[in-house]
Structure formats: C-alpha cells, structure tokens
C-alpha cells in the first residue's frame, strides 16, 4: 500500500526473529509531523512506551518511528530503558534528525534483554520506500496476516493506517503497535483533542483474549504535505481507517475462525452501550458457543448482565444473525436453522437494551482449540 505523500518506510531482518523473518521497521516524514499517542494502561508497560508518553508530553513534533519484533524490551529494567533509549538513538543518527523526534516500539516476548547491537547492525540495511508494506511486515508476531486500511480526502490528501496483534488483545486504549499515516494539514492541538475519541469507538472495543498488552501503543502522525482539509471529513476517514483496522485484529485473533461483532443499542448512554458490548465480545463461553456454532443466547444474557449497564431482563431484546431469539420473554426459533447461520465469515449479535438511545459496538473472535495450543507453546 503507498504511503501519504512525504513519509517512506522499510524494512529488514535483523535476527531478532527466531524464525529469521523481518523484524526491524523504520518510518520516516521529510517533514517534522503533528502527532497524537495514547499508550498501554498495563502497569507493567514497557519502556517504549513510557519514553513514548514522555515525549508527548514534551509538546515536540515527531519524524520517525523504529520498532524491532520478536522482543518487547518490557520488564528487562534498566537495562532495558537504555537498549530502548540507544535504538532511538541509532536511528536518529541514520537520518540526521534528532532523538527526540524518533518514536520507539516493541513487540515479542517479556523479560528478555533487547539485543541492541543487532538493531545497530541492521538499521542501515533498511532500504526506505514509498510502500508500507515492508514495515509492515516486520512489525507482526503471531499475526496471520497484514492488516492494514486506506481513506482518501478532499483535495487528494490520504490516510493511510497498519495494526499488528493478534494476541494479548483487549485493549485498554489502543492494540498491540497502530500506526495511523496523513499527509493532511492537521494541527497537533487538533489531533489530541479528537484522537482518544477515535480509539473509544475502534481499538478499545477490540477483544481477543481480554488481556492488555504491556506494549500497546497507537499513533496518528499528519505531515502536512497535502495541505489543510475539512476537519469533519477527516476525522471519518481517520475514525473508518481505525474501524477497519479494529475488525481485522479480531478477525485475525489467535486461533479464531470467524470475526464476532457485537452490537448493543438503546443503552443509558454510548458509554454503556459499549461496554455492554464489549462484555459480550470478551465472554469465554459466548465465545466458545460461537466456535461451535451453539445459538446459546443465555450467555450473551449473561455477559450484558455482568458489565454493568443498565437494563430490566423483561424489556431486553436479543437477535443472531438477524434472527430474534429473545424479546422480554423465551422466543420459539429453530436451533437447527440458527445455528446453520452462525456457520458464517462473520456472526453478528444485536441487543437492544431499552433504556435508551445509547449505542456501541464491539469485535472480537470465536474461541478455539488452536488459541490454547498457540499461547501453550509460545515459548517452547
């Protein structure tokens, strides 16, 4: 996928990767960009990304981005916090901009030392291009595949958006490593202001596994270059990029077979509706119904009656695929014939709470066999 206008990106294998893939990734801007962060709410958060929070608090401009897979740097203590500090470092010297201009970021296993004398030695075999892609691949785990979402603007301005994960996914702010790209004329005060926005409505209604990663960071960058644009239409392109984004990490979770999308209406507020959605999305049980194509809406019952939002049994509305299951009382439907319809790419859950007009939505995947036995092995 091309990049906005200004940025360039590439990409190489630096051996941190036990299989030996690409694992090293740099992103650049010709131009100092306006940018907006928001990182891991993990206590135990990994020192890309608290040096990341530090720099957004500075107020400076951001130019580039590196990140190594296969390691997280997280929990390797000071040790740690230097190798992270040294590979920004690295980087700004390639390419003669200043360390606090460059964005760190991690994605592997916990507790192992960051071998930073293998990212000085392959930062200068990336080769910088106008295609995401390169990048892109070198920043995925246990993905199966690139996920990666594209709107374009008034006046021919773009944006451009990639997400790595697919595992340790509930995001309690972003996912695993998002990378939002435009080459729109967007002021730093302005993407601040509206980015947390956005990922409320994306990434933070993303479950895989309910488990937050010490890692998570997601990021929009603007360079400029294609000038200024109307304000509404682009925070729906940006917002519609992030949407993408968010359903296929849930398509591609660990193991999962089909893509789970959960939606709630007639809540107290969006802010209910959403987290009734998400409690959905992240049951274990519900889950596992939908693996195996089971029309068990007592534990969607189950899930809204745990999250916290406000509704009476009597007046709850369920629906599968389409098909009413529930409403204020047990409806008779044929088991058979749903749960043929939930043999599907996509199953989709509608809740109607009745209380009002508070709406949400969540992702998330079926639960299966074949997620046990990734996360039984990891290491191993």
């Known amino acids: 996928m091309r990049l906005p206008i200004g940025f360039r990106a590439g990409s190489t294998r630096a051996k941190i990767k036990p299989s030996g893939k690409p694992d090293l990734g740099l992103l650049v801007s010709g131009t100092p960009c306006s ?44 040790a740690g916090v230097e190798a992270d500090r040294r590979m920004a470092e690295l980087a700004a010297v390639q ?69 790595k994960g697919s595992g340790m ?37 993303v479950t895989v596994d309910t488990d937050t990663s010490t890692n998570d960071m997601a990021v929009l960058l603007a360079n400029g270059a294609s000038g200024e644009v109307p304000l509404p239409e682009f925070w729906a392109a940006v917002e519609g990029v992030c949407v993408s984004l968010a359903r296929q990490l849930a398509r591609d979770g660990e193991g999962a077979t089909k893509l789970l999308t959960v939606k709630v209406n007639g809540a107290l507020s969006d802010e209910e509706a959403r987290k009734a959605a998400l409690a959905v999305a992240a049951s274990p049980l519900w889950k596992s119904a939908v693996y195996g194509n089971d029309p068990n809406w007592g534990r969607v019952m189950m899930a809204i009656g745990k999250s916290g939002a406000h509704f009476a ?14 409403a204020g009382r047990v409806l008779e439907f044929d088991r058979a014939s749903v749960s043929e319809a939930m043999r599907a790419e996509e199953v989709i859950v509608e809740v109607d709470l009745a209380e009002g007009e508070g709406q949400g939505v969540a992702w998330g995947c079926d639960l299966t066999e074949e997620y046990v036995r990734i996360n039984a092995l990891y290491t191993t």
């Open 95 to 163: 390419l003669g901009i200043a360390p606090e201009a460059v964005l760190t970021g991690s994605t592997g296993v916990i507790g192992q030392p960051l071998p930073i004398e293998k990212i000085a030695a392959g930062l200068p075999q990336i080769q910088l291009g106008p295609e995401i892609d390169p990048f892109m691949e070198a920043i995925l785990t246990t993905d199966l595949v690139p996920k990666m979402a594209e709107a374009e603007l008034p006046g021919g301005a773009r944006v451009v958006g990639i997400c």
């Open 169 to 205: 996914i509930q995001p309690n702010m972003a996912t695993m490593l998002a990378y939002i790209l435009t080459d729109a004329a967007v002021s730093q005060a302005e993407l601040r202001q509206g980015w947390k926005g956005v990922i409320d409505k994306s990434f933070n209604q």
């Open 35 to 78: 940018w907006a962060f928001v990182g891991t709410l993990n206590r135990a958060a990994a020192p890309s990304v608290n040096r990341g929070r530090k720099l957004y608090a500075s107020g400076g401009l951001l130019q580039a981005i590196v990140v190594n897979a296969g390691n997280a740097n997280c929990a390797t203590g000071q």
């Open 313 to 326: 049994v009597d007046r709850v509305r369920i629906s599968l695929q389409g098909i009413p299951l529930y």
